[in-house]
């Protein structure tokens, strides 16, 4: 069961990435109130590419079921917390550190440490 199904219309607050995997589209948006804080406090490049990172299936499967996410990113000492809505994905916040605490019920996805060049 989706936690958050209908507490937010489509369009609400800012939209921050439209992408496409295979032909599917898929939109990150934030509320107002988080973006503001999201822009202040971090770098919302690599807010949203810990989100692609989740890659196509995992995409695919968390959008079909309307998946909480916890996306732990390591590298950057931080944690993103997101929901599916479809092919929407609503940033509900942002921890700054990777070691959390995570809702039963959430996801959870662990980027690996990149380590090395190109």
Known sequence: MRRYEGNLNRNHGKKLLNFNF??????IRTTDHTYEHLE???DL?????????????????YAERGEDV????????????????????RIRTV?????????????IFKLRNYKGGF
């Open 40 to 42: 202040r406090k971090y």
């Open 95 to 107: 921890i700054d550190k990777s070691n959390v605490w995570v809702k039963r019920g959430t996801r």
């Open 70 to 89: 916890a996306i732990i990113d390591q590298d950057n000492d931080l944690t993103v917390i997101i929901t599916f809505e479809g092919n929407q994905i």
């Open 45 to 61: 490049n690599v807010v949203c590419g810990d989100i692609v990172a989740l890659g196509k299936k995992r995409l695919y499967d």
């Open 22 to 27: 295979n032909g599917r589209n898929f939109e």
